[in-house]
């Protein structure tokens, strides 16, 4: 204390009231930078943007709405009113006088208005009165009576001189007009040339922003709570719910935030946040399924939709490196951190239908998760993993059970160990050589497993014996036969590659060295003939071959040959490690010693079938294949039903160096999946076994969407897509169509029919009909009979349609799933007489000659080569109604048909048959249709 | 290389020895430590130090995560207080040496005066300018807010508040019970009770060291290297899974850190006797509990046989001299505990789990 103050005090109060100052200022300034810093939000400066977007956007409206207004007229119209408006001054007394009028009726009608108003409170008064004494039978009750009638007419007065004041009134306004009726005249005319330029003018002026002061005064800062213009938007979704862990609660998406144009339509050309939605009728417009305000946007793309901080907050995922580059720069993007769901990148978006759109084999315009789809059937992966959707699948390769018959032991154990060196299509994965199981060591234990197995495998297979004879044949014959029957819808086969690969088949095996494959020509034969002989649950149909046309067939696959492979010889098992491989298993619950003792108890056979036992259930071979024995035995892999909610500390990243989230892993888990063991040292029985399947990149993209869709969100009942009636018949059938690949060969409205991509470029009528409103097309009972008894419709296509070993349940479900479709019912009746009106017959027979139908329907007709249906089946296969439908427009049904349209746009082609008259015309020639299958059926 | 010698040193296993060492250094040579020169040497060093620090990519993010910036602030004023202390400390007792009165105790320090507005304004002024500094702070540090709580995903490090990371600290040596409500709960009733155990009129109202040493001593250990040391390794060094972590050191999640830690009771009966461990739970964990009971008896029956011990006991009575020695041995129970997990990876010196009772 250097320097003294007053007594009792230890500062100087001034230098105090200065501090305090001081103190009070800066206080203050915080408190500014306080509402400054709540003020001041990032989206605010997009909306700002986004109105001079919506002002550009209108000029440029404004721009073509002015030239398109023809200003001569224009001018003329206002040179006219300017006239007029001249000429009505002249009237300006009589007008004076007119308004003088209308003032004063105006006022007595407001007089009168009163006086009927008091009126009819004072008679309803009245009236209560009166009949509550009347009720009670009160002596006042005839006077109150009387009161209320003379109130009642008072009343009836009033409202009578009311609508005379207001007739009055009109019939004024009616006067004043008239004086100035050319005026309003020519305004109208004006307006109806200039009225939509002016609404874009005040549709301009309203998204005025900083140079409109009112807009200026509403944002202002502290009284924007009144009534903001800039504000956070947002949709509440109540369909679907986030998971909050303790509450579900609806969604929030206040993404229309900055994505201010989202839903409207003429902003397509902007760059984000600006754009409008891509697919707005499928997604986010009114009228799509998917509107925005019930959908939100979250709910397809994920992310952190209540979050309008920043970019980041929303958890922005982006597209590709290239893109992240880009965010990087411009938004300082950062991967999101403790984001349980992050945006999807765009192209996995798809990925958020599953969740909703359970229970069907294929989501419409579904495009990359139909791919997922149909790739995850094409490698099983539901064989070993449980998939949420994919239980009913039937397994994914051949059976094992009579294997012996098919294949030599020496194949076997070549095959198992790189199918991919026998067959580079092959879909078995390769589960030895890998990254994590190529060291010598681990290669020698692989070999003894590989060598058990086989010999497992041989012990427990059943006999064989082939039920037809290979008798040689013409491999030439046999190999364009593959191409012509439609063998390519599901099998990929060699000396067809083009075909092979415009197809894209998945559901059977490339067919490719074969010659070294097939122990027996003999089982070849049979199995083309009947494939249910050797597999009674093979999808495999019968193609009705000959036996000439199998053995054809058979000479052409055994001439596949792949000579490299036949030469490899598989090390013979080699004991010791077979031995070591089996104390392992054994030790498992047990000390060294007693697994020792364990195992010399056994014999050498016996030690060979037990590792070969547990190789197969350590590999999960049952997962694909039918293995006596094993048939009930559940997949090794995990179950992937939630897997696109895993959080993403859950996945092993190993010393893989990727991003670390959970696309990224799965992606690489396809690609590579015995990766994450690179670097880790393991013993041989804790090595990953998930096998490779030497994916594409695009297969494995659209698997890992799929996957990626997996999630355990809880939708609501009224958030999931409910299938209705038909849909759910749909779906069923779909499962059995599916399964037996008929979308290989059949277009079903529009989609699927992989075959007919070979055929398209030629001549789409020669493959398998496409298949439109077919529920329409055909009638039930014809069809189900059809699918169990497949004859000849188009005798002149030479690929056949397959005689499949369907259950009627499963015919039924086809026949059901085509009805639904069609929305049709069961059965349409078919008239058992024909009744022709007077002079129709004739009218119909010489159309079918004008017409010339026996042309190509020339089965019964003439001997010519038909190149349409026989007619004779018509009235059996086909529906009546249909038949009208077909003939009034073949094109609309199925474009491209070589059915002539004899009735383009309404017009008859002849048109001196009954005049004409196209609707005539058509029920004539379709009565003599069914006529003539009657009588066809009836000769026979 | 210099980096990797600094995580090594910064486990607890050796820095908890080294801060012990050094508490030690200070307290002995207090008048260096309190001279101004040091004061402005540690910062001319140390300052640059904790900049070169921050270029570490790892130290940098543990330093500037929001949750840690005021700790550190709070970290750097405790280190200037404490200085500021022993340097009045210094002072004081140079003056009591030459004979003179401590500085609080001179004339003019002794001078009266009024309450408003000496105190109450200034009182104002300071509340002012905390309210600005922490609304400066909101908005150019804005909370830490995480996900919404997951109960299937909980975020690993799983940290308590700063000011209780050194208790949490003290779960990695006791038992959750000992740790979590025991200890505490002494912690507290003993920092209650220090007026009434420390009737020493002495340092009453002024800085002294000299005057103090075993009451300096004890406290300043407790506070600064059991308490606000642990909150250090708990708020910095502590990564996924409660791991330590150095201070450069990248918090891999998957560090694996061995730690199989055997009982007492083990010791004796199977490695020490090479026999099964006994039915009987009280004599199997005998030889804990006779260690306890000696723990808490011996040290304080010991010193009494000693001059100071006598000299303390006529000074403060009974009560006083038994509960100021629980307390203190109360204390020493967690540097034992640490010392013997690291040599012996001792876990519990009595283990009653039938019981919830471990030491």
């Keep these: 204390m250097t320097k003294k103050h007053e007594p009792g005090m230890a500062y100087d109060m001034k230098k105090l009231n200065k501090v305090f100052a001081f103190l009070s200022v800066l206080l203050l300034v915080t408190v500014g930078w306080v509402f400054l810093d709540d003020y001041l939000r990032p989206w605010k400066k997009v909306q700002i943007e986004a109105q001079s977007i919506k002002r550009a956007k209108l000029q440029t409206k404004i721009d073509a709405a002015n030239k398109k207004i023809d200003s001569k007229k224009l001018a003329k119209l206002e040179e006219e009113l300017s006239e007029q408006k001249q000429n009505l001054s002249q009237k300006n007394k009589q007008i004076e006088i007119a308004q003088e009028k209308i003032t004063q009726i105006k006022g007595k009608l407001k007089a009168e208005n009163i006086v009927n108003g008091v009126l009819n409170a004072d008679v309803g008064e009245m009236q209560f009165k009166y009949e509550t004494a009347h009720d009670k039978h009160q002596v006042n009750a005839d006077d109150l009576f009387k009161k209320m009638r003379k109130l009642k007419v008072e009343f009836v007065a009033s409202r009578d001189r009311l609508k005379q004041y207001q007739g009055e009134e009109k019939a004024a306004k009616k006067n004043l007009l008239n004086l100035s009726f050319e005026v309003n005249k020519s305004k109208a005319e004006i307006t109806k040339l200039v009225g939509s330029r002016d609404l874009l003018v005040a549709a301009k002026e309203g998204a005025k922003t900083l140079d409109n002061p009112i807009w200026l005064l509403r944002n202002a800062p502290i009284i924007d709570y009144l009534d903001p213009t800039l504000k956070i938007s947002q949709i509440v979704v109540h369909k679907v719910k986030d998971d909050r862990y303790f509450v579900q609660v609806p969604k929030v998406d206040r993404c229309i935030t900055c994505h201010s144009f989202i839903n409207q339509t003429g902003y397509e050309d902007q760059a984000n946040p600006f754009k409008t939605h891509p697919k707005l009728d499928l997604m986010v417009g009114m009228d799509s399924p998917h509107p925005m305000k019930e959908m939100g946007c979250t709910s397809c793309h994920g992310g952190e939709g209540h979050r309008v901080n920043d970019f980041n907050a929303a958890a922005h995922t982006p597209n590709d490196k290239k893109q992240e580059a880009e965010w990087v720069k411009k938004y300082h993007w950062h991967a999101p951190h403790k984001i349980p769901q992050p945006m999807y990148r765009l192209k996995d978006t798809e990925a958020s239908c599953i969740k909703c759109h359970q229970g069907v084999e294929f989501i419409p315009e579904g495009k990359i998760v139909n791919e997922g789809y149909r790739n995850i059937e094409k490698f099983g992966c539901y064989s070993c993993h449980k998939i949420k959707g994919f239980e009913h699948r039937r397994k994914r390769a051949p059976s094992l059970k009579k294997i012996t018959a098919k294949i030599n032991k020496e194949f076997f154990k070549n095959w198992v160990w790189s199918p991919k060196a026998f067959n580079k299509h092959s879909k078995m994965p390769s589960y030895f050589n890998q990254d994590n199981n190529k060291k010598p060591e681990f290669m020698k234990k692989n070999m003894a497993e590989v060598n058990a197995m086989a010999d497992y495998i041989w012990s427990i297979s059943k006999n064989y014996k082939s039920k037809y004879k290979y008798s040689r044949g013409n491999a030439n014959k046999g190999k364009e036969l593959l191409g012509e029957v439609g063998c390519t819808a599901c099998h990929g086969i060699e000396g067809l590659e083009e075909q092979s690969k415009k197809i894209g088949a998945y559901a059977g095996p490339y067919l490719t060295g074969m010659g070294s494959k097939i122990k027996n020509p003999d089982w070849l034969v049979t199995w083309l003939m009947e494939p249910n002989h050797f597999s009674p649950d093979t999808i495999m149909p019968s193609f009705r071959l000959t036996k000439r046309e199998a053995n054809n067939i058979t000479a052409y696959l055994l001439s596949l040959k792949n000579e490299k492979f036949e030469r490899l010889k598989f090390e013979p098992m080699d004991k010791k490690e077979r031995d070591d491989i089996l104390l392992t298993y054994l030790q498992t619950f047990d000390t060294h010693a007693s697994a020792k003792a364990e195992l010399a108890k056994m014999s050498d056979v016996e030690r060979t079938l037990e590792l070969g036992r547990r190789s197969v259930g350590k590999y999960g071979c049952y997962g694909c294949h039918a293995i006596t024995g094993l048939e009930k035995a559940t997949g090794l892999g995990t179950n992937l039903s939630e897997e696109g909610s895993k959080p993403v500390t859950q996945f092993s990243f190993g010393h893989v160096k990727i991003d670390h989230d959970r696309r990224a892993w799965i992606f690489n888990h396809l690609k590579n999946p015995r990766q994450w063991d690179i670097g880790v040292d393991k013993s041989f029985k804790d090595l990953l076994i998930m096998p490779n399947f030497d994916m594409s990149e695009k297969e494995a993209e659209s698997i890992t969407t799929v996957l990626l869709g997996m999630v355990s969100d809880q939708i609501p009942l009224e958030g999931q897509k409910r299938l209705n009636e038909y849909e759910t018949v749909v779906a069923t059938g779909m499962k059995v169509a599916n399964k037996f690949n008929c979308i290989g060969c059949h277009q079903i409205d529009g989609e699927f029919g992989d075959i007919l991509k070979y055929y398209e470029d030629e001549d789409i009528n020669a493959g398998p009909p496409r298949l439109v409103g077919e529920g329409h097309r055909v009638q039930a009972d014809w069809f189900y009979h059809f699918l169990n008894n497949v004859t000849e419709i188009r005798p002149w296509l030479t690929v056949r349609m397959p005689s499949f070993n369907l259950s009627s349940d499963e015919r039924n479900k086809i026949v059901a799933m085509f009805q639904a479709e069609s929305k049709m019912n069961t059965f349409e009746e078919k008239s058992e007489k024909i009744s022709w009106l007077r002079g129709e017959k004739r009218g119909a027979i010489a159309l079918w000659k004008s017409y010339d139908c026996a042309s190509c329907h020339t089965q019964g007709f003439n001997n010519d080569e038909p190149s349409a249906p026989n007619l004779a089946n018509a009235r059996d296969r086909l529906r009546e109604s249909w038949i009208r439908k077909w003939l009034r427009n073949p094109g609309a049904i199925l474009p491209g048909t070589t059915m002539p349209n004899f009735w383009e746009d309404g017009e008859a082609t002849d048109d001196d048959i009954f005049g004409g008259d196209v609707d005539r015309q058509i029920n004539a020639l379709t009565k003599y249709v069914l006529e003539i299958a009657q009588k066809k059926k009836q000769k026979k | ?359």
Excluded at chain 2, 13 to 31: A, D, E, G, N
Excluded at chain 2, 179 to 192: E, F, K, Q, S, Y
Excluded at chain 2, 211 to 230: D, H, N, Q, S, Y
């Design chain 2, 1 to 359: 290389m210099i980096k990797e010698f600094i995580n090594y040193i910064s486990d607890p296993i050796r820095s908890f020895p080294i801060v012990t060492i050094l508490f030690i250094l200070q307290m002995k040579y207090y008048r260096t430590f309190g001279t101004k020169k040091f004061y402005f040497w540690l910062m001319i060093i140390g300052i640059p130090l904790v900049f070169l620090a921050a270029t570490d990519p790892n130290f940098l993010l543990i330093l500037t995560w929001p949750d840690n910036v005021p700790i550190s602030l709070l970290i750097l004023s405790l280190g200037f207080f404490t200085w500021l202390s022993f340097h009045k400390a210094a002072v004081n007792d140079a003056r009591i040496e030459a004979g003179e009165p401590p500085v609080e105790g001179t004339p003019e320090m002794r001078e009266k005066v009024w309450c408003w507005p000496n105190l109450v304004y200034t009182e104002l002024f300071m509340s002012i300018a905390a309210t600005v500094f922490l609304i400066g702070w909101a908005i150019i540090f804005k909370a830490p807010l995480e996900e919404p709580a997951n109960p299937t995903w909980a975020p690993n490090p799983a940290k308590a508040p700063w000011y209780f990371l050194g208790l949490q600290e003290m779960l990695v040596y006791f038992d959750p019970w000992m740790a979590g409500v025991v200890l505490p709960g002494i912690i507290v009733v003993g920092l209650l009770a220090i007026p009434y155990i420390d009737t020493n009129p002495k340092g009453n109202g002024y800085y002294t060291i000299k005057e103090r040493p075993m009451a300096m001593g004890l406290f300043l250990f407790g506070f600064l290297v059991l308490w606000i040391f642990l909150i250090i390794i708990g708020v910095f060094m502590r990564g996924p899974n409660w791991t330590f972590y150095g201070p450069f050191e990248y918090w891999d999640f998957h560090k694996v850190e061995a730690a199989f830690n055997i009982n007492l009771s083990e010791f004796f009966w199977v490695k020490g006797l090479n026999m099964p461990m006994p039915k009987n739970i009280l004599l199997r964990e005998i030889v804990g509990i006779v260690l306890t009971i000696g723990y808490l008896i011996l040290p304080g029956t010991l010193f009494l046989r000693m001059k100071q011990g006598k000299e303390m006991l006529s000074k403060i009575g009974n009560i006083r001299y038994y509960l100021l020695v629980f307390l203190v041995l109360t204390m020493g129970t967690l540097p034992i505990k640490m010392v013997l997990r690291w040599l012996f990876s001792l876990k519990y010196i009595i283990a009653m789990p039938e019981f919830e009772f471990n030491l």
